[in-house]
């Protein structure tokens, strides 16, 4: 290569790269599109009544009216720091909850997708809500569940509460025992 068309390759190559890094951060500005496992904007609790309609899996689905069975129902249990605990099995899609030594429920779970992966490793519960909006994913994965119920956010030194990551109930599918979740 002649040394006189050096400065051309390199600006023709930046120029590449502007414009690749110019399209990457656009298509991050996108509807929905987020780095967390679930984009949450409201972390209050409420269930809102105003909201009838969610999307998943690009359906229209309509919001449950749940908010008469959260009366009277503790989110916030009290108890010893190692006396309780849940264990989800990622391989086998499966829940355990224990209460000291005693398995209180066996129940089939979805966690996370490939391309969602839910974390391996032991958790602390950083906050539990009654109900939260979740919205996140692109395209034909973008999704907006409103109500959520039963939210149980989790971290630890390796997945940072900024990343979203929670254990939740469902409304929007009865696929239980499989992969389904965005996280």
């Not at 409420?46 to 749940?66: G, M, Q, R, W």
Request: proline share 6%; hydrophobic share 40%; charged share 20%.
């Amino acid at each position: 290569m002649k040394r006189k068309n050096l400065p051309k390759l390199i600006f023709g190559l930046l120029l590449v790269f502007l414009a690749v890094s110019l399209g990457v951060f656009l298509i991050s500005l996108r509807r929905g599109a987020t780095t967390i496992a679930c984009g949450t904007s409201d972390l209050s609790g409420n269930f809102d009544e105003s909201e009838l309609t969610a999307i998943f899996e690009d359906k229209k689905i309509a919001v449950p009216v749940i908010a008469d069975s959260f009366q009277g129902r503790k989110v916030l249990g009290e108890a010893a720091p190692s006396s309780r605990w849940i264990e989800v099995d990622l391989s086998e899609q499966k829940l355990k909850a224990w209460d000291g030594g005693s398995l209180f429920l066996e129940t089939p779970v979805s966690t996370g997708l490939p391309w969602w992966p839910t974390p391996p490793g032991e958790f602390r519960v950083w906050l539990k809500v009654r109900a939260t909006k979740m919205e996140g994913g692109s395209g034909k994965y973008y999704y907006y569940l409103p109500n959520v119920p039963f939210v149980m956010f989790y971290e630890n030194a390796q997945v940072p509460r900024w990343r979203g990551f929670s254990l939740h109930g469902t409304y929007w599918h009865n696929d239980f025992g499989h992969q389904h979740s965005h996280g």
